[in-house]
């Protein structure tokens, strides 16, 4: 079997400060915002696989690229959103103010709080692998 070096890759960048269980929640909350966000113009460069195991069993939608897990802080997040922002790559972001409550509760919560004092939990971004090298290269894997 042949492997590409990939072109295309997907990085969280999580808050260190927060909880195991709370970062999964804010990373898959991102994800599938993120998703969201790019599946008609990048559905190819995802390459989402279909798995099929022994029984025959489809497991679809599985992207054959990296997903690398970083660790930061909430102001390094920002920084990285303000980045990757400028430089045009797809960012999704999700702050402690999303949490808690019903959803209306957290729009009202999040509108009452200048982005500047957001707490941010994590950042999923989609791109180019030489694009997002140099804005994550600073940061350590999460553990």
Known sequence: MQVNKNEFKFVA???????????????????????????KESFDEMKLLNFIDKDGTSHPHISALPLIVLRGTSGNIRRLKREATD???????????MTGGTYLEQLERTSNIWEEELEYSVAVMFGKSEQLNPLTKRYSLYR
């Open 87 to 97: 430089n045009g790559i797809k960012i999704v972001d999700f702050t402690k103010s």
């Open 13 to 39: 960048l999580v808050n260190k400060k927060i909880e195991p269980g709370v970062a999964l929640n804010a990373i898959a909350h991102a994800s599938i915002g993120l998703g969201a966000m790019i599946a």
